[in-house]
């Protein structure tokens, strides 16, 4: 990075715990964004938020043209599905399996084959002077389009952006922290379409009321952002580098270091008035908002040892995780760290932002905790995660409860750094779920399988 780069972004300092991890981002970082490749089929779950499902506007047999409205949202978290591609409709009853919150979610779906060539990510003219809308206004726009928060645990963008509103969030913080190895899809739509994902930030902010903007990026990449310097300066968006230690990405680590705001133990960090969007969500606010095209794409990362071609493609929603890394291996959804193993018939969500076919560590046995201290010297929410490993196999539910369990951010450090082997992150997550069905819950999961 050289000088000039660096000091047209703010340095901010850091938190104690986390780990350097190794970047294995070569192969990817500077890769622009291609189209996906060609695939057979896409299936759109009905409800990509859970809740109620959309209720289908086509039919079987149905042609349908890319960016048509294929099913329109109802109930609880109401989401409008979107043709990412011109097809032909198989089915409105089909399953589509896609990632949620620590497991894949098997839903109905709409499925398209038949389907046109991929098409690449493009500029897209503004059609809507999106700067003269009322506060009011673009929260209701945000309502449409099928946007989504683009992370997990997924919700709709617009009921997201009602939440900043009721608990008075006066920061937004665009998070572009990827700290994971391999992952750079947010890199490379910063890089390639940054103007657009500030544009967006500075849609969602207004919605929301925000009186600070705020953009973080990892301080080793800035160059790459040069030229967003101007629109940021535009639209009043503070520009931020921050040291490369895992997990900086984390919400709660990263508005305590940009704000020094502290949340209380289980809380959000809209508790204390920021809120943090990624890229991707700028990106389609803007795209839906100013262009008019609804979200039904996502810039995902496919890489790993065993992937004989990776990069970062403009993906379809719905489209097969294997279809995408071009193998039948054994797939990551998401980063390494914290990812999820891609069940057969996967398919590309919002929340995807990497498909990852990494070379796998030999199997081994877990041996009983050695006391080495570790995993709580490591732990950036500062645990007492050896402790908690007690608590877990003496199921001692009300002692985890007391020593702030819910705090945990699920990093998967912990795992990681263990010299026993010992699946921590996984006992830790079975503690949390143990405590919020409340008193008198049970594990479902005694044994805690290693992640």
Request: glycine content about 10%; proline content about 6%; overall charge positive.
């Amino acid at each position: 990075m050289n000088r000039i780069a660096g000091m047209l972004f703010d340095r901010y300092g850091t938190f104690a715990g986390g780990i350097d991890l190794p970047d294995e981002k070569r192969a990817t970082l500077g890769e622009p964004i291609a189209a996906a490749r060609a695939c057979e089929r896409l299936v759109l779950p009905l409800a990509p938020c859970g809740g109620s499902l959309a209720r289908p506007l086509v039919s079987a047999g149905q042609l349908v043209s890319a960016g048509q409205k294929l099913a329109e949202g109802t109930g609880d978290n109401p989401i409008d599905i979107y043709a990412p591609a011109g097809g032909r409709v198989v089915s409105v009853q089909a399953q589509a399996l896609t990632a949620g919150k620590g497991e894949f979610v098997l839903s109905p779906g709409i499925e398209l084959a038949d389907l046109a060539d991929p098409t690449p990510l493009l500029s897209a003219p503004s059609v809507t002077e999106w700067a003269k809308l009322s506060r009011s206004n673009l929260r209701a726009a945000l309502a449409g389009g099928g946007l989504t928060t683009f992370r997990n645990p997924l919700e709709p963008l617009a009921g997201w952006v009602e939440r900043a509103v009721r608990k008075d969030c006066d920061v937004l913080i665009a998070n572009v922290m990827e700290g994971q190895p391999y992952v750079t899809a947010g890199h490379r739509l910063l890089a390639e379409h940054g103007e657009d994902v500030i544009r967006g930030l500075a849609i969602i902010g207004r919605a929301i009321g925000a009186r600070r903007l705020m953009l973080a990026v990892d301080r080793r990449w800035t160059d790459d952002y040069r030229s967003l310097i101007g629109p940021a300066q535009a639209y009043k968006v503070a520009r931020i580098a921050l040291t490369h230690k895992y997990p900086t990405g984390a919400d709660p680590l990263l508005v305590k270091v940009l704000t020094r705001r502290q949340m209380p133990v289980g809380a959000a960090t809209t508790d204390v008035g920021a809120a943090v969007v990624n890229a991707s969500a700028c990106f389609a606010a803007y795209r839906w908002v100013a262009c008019g095209q609804p979200a039904t794409h996502r810039v995902v990362t496919v890489s790993g040892e065993r992937i004989a071609k990776g990069g970062n493609f403009w993906t379809p929603l719905g489209m097969s995780c294997q279809a995408l890394a071009g193998t039948d291996d054994r797939l990551i959804h998401g980063g390494p760290m914290v990812g999820l193993r891609c069940p057969a018939g996967a398919a590309v969500g919002a929340t995807t932002d990497a498909v990852l076919a990494v070379a796998e560590a030999p199997a081994s046995s877990s041996t009983p905790c050695i006391r080495c201290g570790w995993c709580t010297d490591l732990c950036p929410s500062r645990l007492n995660v050896a402790a908690l490993n007690d608590d877990f196999e003496l199921s001692l539910l009300d002692h985890a409860r007391r020593s702030g369990t819910v705090a945990c951010i699920e990093c998967g450090i912990c795992s990681y750094v263990c010299p026993a082997r010992l699946p921590l992150t996984r006992r830790v997550q079975e503690l949390k779920k143990a405590i919020a069905r409340g008193p008198g819950a049970t594990f479902l999961d005694g044994h805690g399988g290693r992640r």
